[in-house]
C-alpha cells in the first residue's frame, strides 16, 4: 500500500459527519429555542393535583381488577359485545377489500387513466382524512345507536387503508412483466390479471389480514361513542367502576388479538 493510500485510509477513519447548521452559534441558539419552548410547552399543561391524587387509588384498583377479573356478572352482555364487534369487523374487513380492489387500481398513476387516478385518489383522500371515531360519530347521528354504525365506519376507514397501500403496490410493480404481457397484445384487464395480480396478491391478502385485526380493535374504540360492538360494555363498565369486568374484556380483546395475530402470520407464510 503506498503512502497516499495509507493517508487516505487514515483520513477516512478520521473522517466526522459535517454538521447539518454549519454556525456554532445559531446552531446552539436553535437547541436553546427549542428546549425552551419545550419547558413553557409543559408548563402552560394545567395539571389538577388532586384528582391526580385520587386517580391513582382508581388506577390501583383497576390493577387489582385483572389480578381477579370478573367474567361471570357480565357474561351476557360480554358476550354479545364479542359478536357485535367480530361480526363487525369481519363484514367490514370483506365489504372494504372488495371497494379497495377497485379504488386502488384506479389510484395507481402507473394503469389508469389521470381523470379515474384523479376521482380514486380523491376517495382515498377523503377517507384517511378522518380519524374512526369522528367518522363513527357521524355514523351514529346519522343511522342510530347499534353496529350498523360501526359496520359502516370500519368499511369507510378499511377503503383509505386498503385502497392507499395497494396503489403503492401497483406503482412499485416490476414492469418488466407488464411489458412483456402488453408485447403479446394482451388488453389492459388482461395485463392486470396476468402481470399484476400475480405480484400484489399476496402483499394484499396480508394487508387484509392485518386491517381485519386493526378493525376489530377500533370495533372497541369505536363502541364508546355508540357504534355497538365490545366497546359499549366496556364503556359501560367503567362507568360503573366495575374494574374487574373491564379486565375480563380487555383480556378476551387481547386473546383474540393474539389469535388473529398468530392466524395471519400462519395465512401470510402460506401464501408467500
Not at 10 to 27: N, S, T
Not at 36 to 43: D, E, F, K, R, S
Not at 202 to 207: A, M
Not at 221 to 237: E, K, R
Request: aromatic share 12%; proline share 3%; net charge negative.
Amino acid at each position: 500500500m503506498t503512502d497516499a493510500d495509507m493517508s487516505g485510509a487514515v483520513d477516512h477513519r478520521h473522517w466526522k459527519r459535517p454538521p447539518f447548521i454549519k454556525r456554532a452559534w445559531l446552531r446552539w441558539a436553535l437547541y436553546g429555542g427549542g428546549l425552551l419552548y419545550l419547558v413553557l410547552a409543559i408548563g402552560s399543561v394545567e395539571v389538577n393535583w388532586v384528582r391526580v391524587w385520587e386517580g391513582l387509588e382508581r388506577g390501583q384498583r383497576f390493577i387489582q381488577g385483572f389480578l381477579v377479573p370478573d367474567f361471570t356478572s357480565r357474561w351476557e352482555d360480554i358476550l354479545q359485545g364479542m359478536e357485535e364487534s367480530l361480526t363487525m369487523s369481519v363484514t367490514a374487513t370483506v365489504v372494504g377489500v372488495l371497494i379497495s380492489i377497485p379504488i386502488g387500481i384506479g389510484a395507481a398513476r402507473n394503469i389508469a387513466p389521470l381523470p379515474i387516478y384523479a376521482v380514486c385518489r380523491a376517495i382515498v383522500a377523503l377517507s384517511r382524512s378522518f380519524q374512526e371515531i369522528i367518522v363513527a360519530i357521524l355514523f351514529v347521528a346519522m343511522f342510530g345507536f347499534g353496529p350498523f354504525a360501526g359496520f359502516l365506519t370500519l368499511s369507510f376507514a378499511t377503503i383509505g387503508f386498503l385502497s392507499k397501500l395497494l396503489a403503492e403496490d401497483i406503482e412499485d410493480i416490476d414492469e418488466s412483466q407488464a411489458e412483456a404481457v402488453r408485447a403479446t397484445g394482451a388488453g389492459w384487464w388482461q395485463i392486470v390479471n396476468y402481470a399484476i395480480q400475480p405480484q400484489v396478491m399476496p402483499r394484499l391478502i396480508g394487508l387484509s389480514l392485518y386491517r381485519l385485526d386493526i378493525n376489530f380493535r377500533e370495533s372497541a374504540v369505536i363502541g364508546i361513542v355508540g357504534a355497538g360492538g365490545i366497546g359499549a360494555t366496556l364503556n359501560t363498565a367503567m362507568d360503573r367502576y366495575e374494574y374487574d369486568s373491564a379486565a375480563a374484556i380487555l383480556i378476551l380483546i387481547i386473546l383474540i388479538v393474539m389469535a388473529a395475530e398468530y392466524l395471519s402470520g400462519f395465512v401470510r407464510k402460506w401464501v408467500q
